[in-house]
């Protein structure tokens, strides 16, 4: 298993380089927004489109 990961990794080396620099600036994105509050808005915004029946099951839940 090890050497097959390594080989993908070995077949990859450019995809891979520009995969950790864009996953590096999302983390300091976040992190920013999290700081900074703006974080609390983006999840009020997602939290639209979660399901009403897992809503509801949460609400149901005791404390």
Do not use: C, D
């Not at 999302?26 to 992190?31: D, E, P, S, T, W």
């Not at 999290?34 to 809503?55: D, E, H, I, Q, R």
């Amino acid at each position: 298993f090890t050497t097959q990961v390594l080989n993908f990794l070995n077949l990859h080396k450019k995809f891979l380089k520009y995969t950790v620099k864009a996953g590096g600036i999302l983390l300091i994105l976040i992190g920013i927004m999290t700081f900074t509050g703006w974080m609390n808005g983006v999840t009020k915004y997602l939290s639209k489109f979660t399901p009403p029946a897992l809503t509801r099951e949460e609400e149901n839940l005791p404390p």
